[in-house]
């Protein structure tokens, strides 16, 4: 764990990140995309691939995956319908909570944090997937990324999810693995904490701007 690098006495809220946060979903994407690349008669990707490109929206991850294979991006509207229909048979069936996950938000709501959960994935997913790992019920509010005009690492999800906890950015951490949080974050006025082992699109976490790196939730001192 890396020093923390704020003044956390006067948080009052907590925002955490789903995908590779608290649960890894990656193989949940790598079966979802490869069931429509083969029903729309195309090469299948890899989970090197899914994981360098998850965490910008599903919209992103589609177009990506079809340009990934040579796709003609004429076929993303087939796609988008395929990749809905398979992500609601799939959901949750290839992912696990990470270690350290559940403890980590038990104490964060002991020392009276308001907590919210905002992801760029689809909130139809995001909600069935919380209740199905056991963690619904840490949070107060929920938003996907189709619940605002923008997504992560736009600030307006995370300027919008404060008002929802009633807390003040300067007052709120914001917990997530990836430079899209980060960047959300900080154009937010909100600290952040990011997890070491998550999806920052193949790039080392460390080396994003955030005010320190857990390997476990858990171990998030505040």
Request: contains cysteine.
């Amino acid at each position: 764990m890396d020093s923390i690098n704020f003044n956390h006495s006067t948080l009052q809220a907590a925002i955490v990140d789903l995908d590779g946060t608290m649960v890894d979903t990656l193989g949940d994407f790598v079966v979802v995309l490869n069931r429509v690349l083969a029903e729309l008669a195309l090469l299948p990707i890899g989970r090197g691939f899914v994981e360098h490109t998850v965490g910008k929206g599903s919209e992103h991850l589609i177009r990506s995956t079809l340009q990934q294979v040579g796709a003609d991006a004429g076929l993303y509207a087939s796609a988008w319908v395929l990749y809905q229909q398979h992500y609601a048979e799939v959901n949750g069936e290839h992912s696990a909570v990470y270690p350290g996950v559940v403890g980590g938000l038990t104490r964060l709501r002991a020392r009276g944090l308001k907590l919210a959960c905002l992801t760029n994935k689809p909130t139809a997913f995001a909600l069935p997937l919380l209740r199905l790992k056991g963690l619904d019920g840490f949070f107060s509010v929920v938003f996907g990324g189709d619940a605002f005009e923008r997504k992560k690492p736009d600030p307006l999800p995370l300027l919008k999810t404060c008002e929802a906890l009633g807390s003040a950015p300067a007052h709120t951490l914001m917990i997530g693995d990836s430079s899209n949080d980060a960047r959300a974050a900080r154009a937010a006025g909100c600290s952040v904490v990011l997890v070491s082992y998550g999806y920052n699109h193949g790039e080392p976490v460390r080396e994003v701007d955030a005010d320190g790196v857990v390997d476990r939730l858990d171990q998030l001192q505040l």
